[in-house]
């Protein structure tokens, strides 16, 4: 179904247009959700995951806006929210574990994550540790052995610069094997499609990318897939790949997809909210949608979600100050 939308463009909290696109989100009905980047990316589908999803299921009655809010990588629509609509109680925010790591770095200036009120998450995709077909390690204990002996010498390599969440799935891979971060080579690229074709290319030796990701190079035989930065092993192409905790590595990486709300929300919105998202994760028909994102099962809500996402940001922190990135 055809869902009406507004673009934004944001530079502080100005938006172009704010009268005429002020009308539309009155037009469209109640509900909106803010995607914090241009169209096209992963906020945007985060927004739309729930637009769609709550349309078709019919837990809401009319289109939900989408507004792009671009800026500071979700700085500028945090800013917003903590400045202009904190209290809006049919607003919701697209977010990620990349928000997370934005506001452990205090990337989104005088506000940290006490500051919204964490909704939920809809859907989660994991990190990977991934190595080309014919490389010589056939398990992560195998490469964490060489990477002990010799950190300078493995390139790893990801779609993000230092500090990004790629990086910090590297990072946190080597320190669970007793490795310093700071050790490691790390090659910045702009996108993982760029990180995986240098790792096809011999050019690293190591990518650390998302399962979702890597299903076409799955079938094709060219990688080796040492770890899956999940709770569990995953279904389907994946059941084969073991996880990095079953290998002995405490580390896992959920790059979750998901959502917040104002300061001032009041309770009963936030927890309508609530119980509108857990609904729709029960929908077989969202299912669907949800795999057809390439994202697997994820479903944290309310106090739950917020304790997760606090928890979360707090030890990007301490891994930010143990790496000196604060």
């Known amino acids: ?161 230092v500090g990004s969440q790629d990086w910090m799935k590297a990072a946190l891979t080597a320190k669970s094997g007793d490795i310093n971060p700071r050790d490691l080579r790390y090659v910045a690229f702009e996108g993982g499609g ?20 890597l299903k076409s190079q799955l079938e094709s035989g060219k990688i080796r897939v040492l770890a899956a930065l999940s709770e569990e092993r995953m279904g389907g192409p994946y059941a084969d790949i073991p996880t990095a905790m079953e290998q002995g590595y405490d580390v896992e990486w959920p790059i979750w997809r998901g959502y917040y709300m104002g300061p001032e929300v009041d309770d009963e919105a936030y927890y309508t909210w609530v119980q509108r998202l857990t609904e729709l994760s029960e929908s077989e028909k969202f299912a669907e949608l949800r795999q057809a994102r390439g994202l697997f099962p994820m479903s944290r809500f309310g106090n739950e979600f917020d304790s997760y996402v606090k928890d979360q940001v707090a030890d990007f922190k301490s891994l930010a100050e143990e790496v000196g990135l604060k």
């Open 1 to 161: 179904m055809k869902i009406n939308t507004a673009i934004r463009h944001a530079s502080g909290i100005a938006l172009l247009g704010g009268a005429l696109l002020a009308g539309q989100v009155q037009a469209a009905g109640e509900s909106e959700c803010i995607a914090p980047a241009k169209p096209g990316g992963g906020y945007d589908l985060t927004c739309r995951l729930a637009a769609n999803g709550l349309l078709e299921t019919g837990l809401i009655d009319e289109p939900m806006m989408v507004t792009y809010m671009p800026g500071g990588i979700g700085a500028v629509a945090y800013n917003h929210v903590n400045g202009v609509r904190t209290d809006d109680p049919n607003l919701i925010v697209a977010a990620s574990t990349g928000a997370a790591v934005n506001l452990a770095l205090g990337k989104f200036g005088q506000y940290d994550a006490d500051e919204v009120r964490w909704l939920g998450a809809l859907g989660v995709d994991y990190g990977a540790i991934v190595v080309n077909a014919d490389a010589p390690w056939q398990s992560l204990d195998e490469l964490m052995a060489d990477l002990k002996d010799n950190p300078g010498e493995i390139a790893f390599g990801a779609g993000g610069t």
């Open 194 to 213: 760029e990180a995986l074709a240098a790792l096809l290319g011999d050019h690293i030796q190591v990518f650390t990318g998302d399962l979702s990701e």
